[in-house]
């Protein structure tokens, strides 16, 4: 495989489409990932092979109890649409090297073992039947394949194995229709960009592909970052944050006894809240079972927050600019995020003050409209110097879903906001027009 670009035409030719490749995820701003293969049958966590050193003979007994019942794709990709997910993720190929789909290159997969059954195909239908673009996991790291170690020192290993992970990556790319994703993960043993021959594989793969997005896990920034278990933001970059369901494992463990670590709606919510705030996306995990169900902890959280969604998305979705802000008085804390134009605010309440007023400093301008995002109900309000103080408001927190209410502030021009502008204010005979900070 003879790399025919190099690195900087590569970067050159990747940066030419990019804006217009990567505006829906722009948008998208949420999306379910899904952890499932062999490990699900064992029941330990995806990394469990390692962990316990079970040899590979062993191993491969667990495809007797992997089962995907039929129709498994289908309850993921409606959940994903109920929880107001736009696109998903599926772990086509783990670190454990077991293939979930009918793969020519490698034997061990799901049409020989196990089901019998091409479950990447399943997926790929179910994701399009409820209108979710599509991601494909693919681990560069594979304890299954003879070479996936012996790459690390053989170096006709490593020829043979690049070769190899391309051939796999070329039949999920060629076989499935248009896929808006391959998100690659653990670049282990060969930890340079050049020993993947990443430059010139992954140009070959967009030939086949060229509305692709690629994440940066084969030594390469590609078109946005990862963070994983952590709300990170990457500076000028595009990212995405991927989180367990409960912070021990991404793979299936016994949902009874994960289930008091497994996040609730509103933890999720505001995980999400942070990843829009700051020009990020979450890509939220559930680990099936072995026939493919979703774990009974996860389906009422994110249920609810597709309900929230519904009624709260516009403040979720779409471009967003970091805003700082606080909310004083009624012991009120508020995070806000805000519209890429700048002339929309969104507040995301806390906690709902029972006196019925809430109070913002730090705004040089009025909004012409303040209103719940919810219902569009108008929010009475006034401007005091740099404070807006909203009034009559709802004795009880207006959002019965989770608890976490919406308001919107609309102005005729880009607000003006003033870091730090409540320090000068609360003192006599200084300076009021400027704030502490940058404006």
């Known amino acids: ?26 948008d998208a701003r949420f999306g379910l990932f899904i ?11 995806e990394w469990a092979q390692v962990w316990e050193n079970i040899k590979i003979s062993d191993y491969e007994k667990f495809a007797a109890d992997f089962c995907p019942r039929e129709g498994c794709t289908d309850e993921w990709c409606r959940l994903a649409k109920e929880m107001g997910a736009k696109y998903a993720v599926l772990t086509t190929r783990h670190h454990e090297g077991f293939s979930l789909w009918d793969s020519k ?4 997969n799901s049409v020989n073992y196990g089901p019998h059954r091409d479950i990447v195909r399943e997926f790929t239908d179910s994701c399009r039947k409820y209108g979710l673009k599509i991601g494909l996991y693919s681990s560069l790291m594979d304890w ?6 012996k790459c690390m020192t053989d170096e006709d290993a490593r020829l043979r194995f690049t070769k190899y992970i391309e051939d796999l990556n070329t039949e999920l790319l060629s076989n499935y229709g248009k896929i808006d994703i391959l998100w690659y993960d653990m670049p282990w043993p060969r930890m340079s960009s050049k020993n993947w021959d990443s430059v010139g594989r992954n140009y070959r793969l967009r030939q086949l592909q060229p509305d692709l997005l690629i994440n940066n896990r084969s030594r390469m920034a590609e078109d946005f970052f990862t963070p994983e278990d952590a709300l990170n933001a990457e500076e000028n970059a595009d990212w995405e944050a991927c989180m367990t369901f409960n912070g021990i494992s991404w793979g299936y463990i016994d949902e009874e006894q994960v289930k008091p670590y497994s996040y609730t709606a509103n933890e999720i ?5 942070k990843c829009s705030a700051l020009g990020g996306n979450l890509l939220l995990n559930i680990g099936p079972k072995a026939d493919g169900s979703v774990p009974a902890e996860a389906v009422e959280p994110l249920k609810k927050v597709g309900k929230w969604l519904a009624l709260n998305g516009e403040a979720a979705y779409g471009k967003k600019m970091k805003v700082p802000g606080w909310t004083c008085g009624a012991n009120n804390v508020s995070h806000c995020t805000a519209s890429a134009d700048g002339k929309t605010v969104y507040v995301w309440n806390y906690i709902w003050p029972a006196s019925g007023t809430m109070i913002y400093g730090g705004y040089r301008n009025a909004p012409k409209k303040i209103s719940l995002l919810s219902t569009g109900e108008n929010v009475a309000f006034e401007k005091d110097g740099h404070r807006l103080i909203l009034k009559n408001l709802p004795k009880t927190n207006p959002d019965q879903t989770i608890g976490i209410p919406v308001i919107k502030m609309e102005f005729d021009e880009p607000f003006d906001y003033c870091y730090g ?10 300076d009021k027009s400027e704030g502490i900070g940058n404006q």
Do not use: C
Not at 35 to 45: C, D, I, P, T, V
Not at 269 to 273: F, G, H, I, Q
């Open 421 to 430: 502008s409540y320090y000068p204010q609360v003192h006599e005979g200084v």
């Open 105 to 108: 290159v490698n034997p061990f």
């Open 269 to 273: 919510v505001r995980m999400l809240r």
């Open 35 to 45: 952890h499932y293969g062999l490990f699900s049958s064992y029941g330990m966590g």
């Open 1 to 26: 495989m003879e790399t025919k670009i190099t690195p900087e035409e590569y970067k050159a030719f990747t940066a030419a489409t990019k804006e217009k490749r990567i505006e829906w995820f722009r």
């Open 144 to 149: 299954h394949h003879p070479d996936g170690w």
